[in-house]
């Protein structure tokens, strides 16, 4: 099956400053990246997801890149706010059409 | 958006008894479902895919006789945790696959096993 590796597990930033999370995945054929996040003690939210046929996908404060020949993707937060702090996790949807996380990232966003 | 609602949001029972868990897709048909177990601080474990009237694929590790899964419709799946135990205690979530290959979370079942 696939496997999806996640770093940092912890990050600390300032708020105003930008986070960065990286994924990689090792399935080749995978098609399909979301990010969730997910505050504490409630469900997984979407916030960002990317397809294979593209590179990079932006929402506002939210990017993601992808790099398929490294196999590996990342969600960028710019101007970090303190709601901002939660838990994200990457997954991928490989071609048995099942979703595999990564170990997730706490994110802290210190006023 | 889709809806996914999930029943209980928690439980306890005691060692021994049998719970089950509701999954149901409210605004969209869901012929594949998941279900995944969390530990406080960790991540998301894919414990099997449930498909609509057929039997759930479960990952390696998962016991099957002890995890029942069943998906009688396109909008329901049900986990029961069979003789549940202590070590069964944990935070099951389930998902549906809905509009445009997006995955939609449940709230959460909470299950402590004294």
């Known amino acids: 099956g696939e496997n999806v590796e996640q770093h940092p597990s912890t990050l600390s930033v300032q708020e105003g400053d930008s986070a960065v999370i990286k994924c990689t995945y090792s399935?080749?054929?995978?098609?399909?990246f979301p990010w969730y996040k997910q505050e504490l003690g409630k469900r997984p939210q979407l916030i960002i997801d990317?397809?294979?046929?593209?590179g990079e996908k932006k929402d506002q404060r939210i990017a993601v890149t992808l790099n398929k020949t490294a196999k590996h993707f990342s969600l960028h937060i710019t101007e970090t706010q303190p709601e901002d702090s939660a838990v994200y996790f990457c997954?991928?949807?490989?071609?048995?059409?099942?979703?595999?996380f990564g170990t997730g990232t706490s994110l802290t966003v210190i006023p | 958006g889709a809806v996914v609602s999930q029943h209980p949001s928690w439980v306890i029972c005691k060692s021994g008894t049998s719970v089950k868990i509701e999954c149901r897709s409210l605004?969209?048909?869901?012929?594949?479902m998941f279900w995944y177990r969390q530990f406080p601080k960790q991540s998301l474990m894919l414990m099997a895919t449930?498909?609509?009237?057929?039997?759930?694929?479960?990952e390696q590790g998962v016991e099957k006789d002890k995890f029942l899964i069943n998906h009688a419709s396109l909008t329901l799946s049900t986990l029961t945790v069979t003789s549940a135990h202590p070590e069964d205690s944990s935070f099951y979530i389930c998902?549906?696959?809905?509009?445009?290959?997006?995955?939609?979370f449940g709230s959460g079942t909470q299950l402590s096993v004294l």
């Open positions: 399935d080749s054929a995978s098609n399909y």
């Open positions: 605004d969209f048909q869901a012929t594949t």
């Open positions: 998902s549906a696959m809905g509009p445009g290959e997006k995955l939609f």
């Open positions: 997954a991928a949807l490989n071609t048995g059409n099942q979703f595999y």
């Open positions: 990317i397809r294979s046929n593209v």
């Open positions: 449930s498909n609509e009237g057929s039997k759930a694929t479960y």
